[in-house]
C-alpha cells in the first residue's frame, strides 16, 4: 500500500527558514517524479515545487522561486523542501505527492500518491 508521511513543518516568523520532508513506502519512489503542494484556508490546494526521478529537473512556481529548493534521495525514499526567507503568504497546509507523468506535472490530477499534509503557519 503506497503511503507518503510529511513531517517537519511548524511555526516560524517572517523571515525564517523551515524544511519539510516526506518519507514514501510502499511503491517504487525511484522512478517517481514527485512533488509538494500547498492549501490555504480557503484557496485551491496549488503547485509549489517538483523534482524529477533522477534529481535532473526540479521546477517551482514563481510564487516560491529563488526562496524554496526541493529535493531528494531515491536511496531513503524522501523529498525534502527547503524553504527559505518566509512570509505569511507562505502559510498553508504542505503535503508531498508522486506522480508518473513525464515532462513537468503540476496538477492536481497529474498526481497518483498524496501524503496527509504538514501545517506550516508563518507570523509577521
Known amino acids: 500500500q503506497a503511503q507518503l508521511v510529511e513531517s517537519g513543518g511548524g511555526l516560524a516568523q517572517a523571515g525564517d527558514s523551515l524544511r519539510v520532508s516526506c518519507v514514501a513506502s510502499?511503491?517504487?519512489?525511484?522512478?517517481?517524479?514527485m512533488g509538494w503542494f500547498r492549501q490555504a484556508p480557503g484557496k485551491e490546494r496549488e503547485f509549489v515545487a517538483g523534482?524529477?526521478?533522477?534529481?535532473?529537473?526540479?521546477y517551482y512556481s514563481d510564487s516560491v522561486k529563488g526562496r524554496f529548493t526541493i529535493s531528494r534521495d531515491n536511496a531513503k525514499k524522501t523529498v525534502a523542501l527547503q524553504m527559505n526567507s518566509l512570509t505569511p503568504e507562505d502559510t498553508a497546509v504542505y503535503y508531498c505527492a508522486a506522480s508518473l507523468r513525464p515532462g513537468t506535472p503540476q496538477r492536481r490530477n497529474e498526481y497518483t500518491y498524496w501524503g496527509q499534509g504538514t501545517q506550516v503557519t508563518v507570523s509577521s
Open positions: 523534482i524529477n526521478w533522477d534529481n535532473s529537473t526540479s
Open positions: 510502499g511503491f517504487i519512489f525511484s522512478v517517481y517524479t
